[in-house]
């Protein structure tokens, strides 16, 4: 059996979602929870890594198992033996080529920031903001990133270079929400750093930092070594992954 | 001159207002501050303490310093010294008889839980329902608490027992909000442990554990060990002092 599962967790006690040399991964608190189900080492495949700091409100894994357990014990079983930042939101079984990476159609990514700057609960999980950002310049920028493009210039070196870097971005809204500036990207696919490159260029347009058409330019260069600047990671949410 | 001082917290990271054996009070992580600002070692005195992992809204301190720096300088010098998950929102100056514990009029405690079970971001921060409570139990069982009452039912076996254990209750609220509970409760002062007794008890009525009439018994007794109850400090709000 393939089984699904759908998940949201608070990244800020994480490596992020792969396990780092003296520091804990997401994938393997879930993998230790359920190779004690299962009483047999069990591992996940995830619909793609998310950094140290970043969270999930619909990441999505899968794994194999043998027995039928259904879905929603899973859920409960899951949930009762993880910890309280990483809950299990639902299970449902698929069909057998079911794969949450290859199978992902698009996913959704938000970044959020703030003017909230005397809330002492809000740094783990918005960008604090010092200054007041142009909404409207940074809508025009991000113009030039959506659609099918060669992002080598917002990506990670760490990134393999046979990875193909051409993604296509179907949406970017940027808007105020009471205190707090919300960015939403949903794509085909991102690159490592992608988001967070984005956001902190756009943010660097909102600043009047830089001009509007320097996104273009960065863009254009197809070079790691174009974009200097990338968002902190604390703002950055998982939202959705489609199938 | 004498300094007022308002200031919101996130207790999560923190044994509490006053430092703990190898565990760090927020007491001392903003003397430290101050005394960095004043080159000369500075102590402060707040409302009263609060306990390890509760949160503080409008906790208020107060401190004496030679040197007159305007509010306003000392506010920035401050957020910028402190860690981002201890916040100061005011600073006053204030007439030589301000005292932050024995000026203070009455203060607003409040206290969250909520049925949001599949929520990673909020265990620390407000507790985790596992049934319904019955609001309407809960607010005629608190209606025993509000008024003037020796609250030794209500208190920590560390309390002084030579402290008065009397105290005036002026409000407590019950009400649902979205998927949150929330109790507040005014009044001229509180034990130790007094809030989170309270609000449990008031739990195990709106569980209907216990019956309405049980919470009076509990007062009635006036003995340290009648109550049993004492709810996690994550959903605990020191909200305003009142002078």
């Known amino acids: 059996m393939i089984y699904k599962v759908i998940l949201a967790y608070d990244g800020s006690n994480y490596a992020g979602w792969q396990k780092q040399e003296n520091a804990l991964g997401i994938q393997e608190v879930i993998e230790k929870a359920l190779t004690t189900i299962h009483k047999k080492e069990t591992f996940i495949t995830a619909s793609g890594r998310t950094d140290a700091k970043v969270h999930a409100l619909g990441q999505v894994f899968h794994f194999e ?10 859920k409960m079983a899951l949930n009762a033996l993880l910890p309280e930042d990483i809950r299990i939101l639902k299970v449902s079984m698929e069909a057998d080529d079911f794969h949450a ?14 003017y909230e700057k005397e809330n002492p609960f809000v740094y783990k999980y918005k960008e604090i903001l010092n200054h007041t950002l142009n909404i ?12 099918t493009h060669d992002f080598t210039s917002f990506s990670s070196s760490k990134i393999d270079p046979r990875k193909p870097r051409i993604k296509t971005i179907t949406r970017i809204d940027i808007f105020e929400e ?11 696919g991102f690159l490592r750093y992608q988001v967070r490159m984005m956001t902190e260029t756009l943010i660097m347009v909102g600043s009047n ?3 509007i058409e320097e996104v273009k330019r960065i863009l254009d260069k197809k070079d790691k070594s174009a974009c200097r600047y990338n968002a902190s990671p604390n703002g950055l949410y998982l939202v959705h992954v489609n199938y």
Chains 1, 2 share one sequence.
């Open 209 to 211: 930092k830089i001009d």
């Open 178 to 188: 009471n205190q707090d500036i919300r960015f939403i990207y949903e794509g085909t």
């Open 65 to 74: 198992a043998d027995k039928k357990i259904g879905p929603d014990r899973y």
């Open 101 to 114: 990476r290859f199978s992902a159609k698009s996913k959704r990514y938000d970044y959020i920031c703030t």
């Open 136 to 147: 409207e310049a940074m809508r025009k920028a991000s113009e030039y990133l959506v659609g």
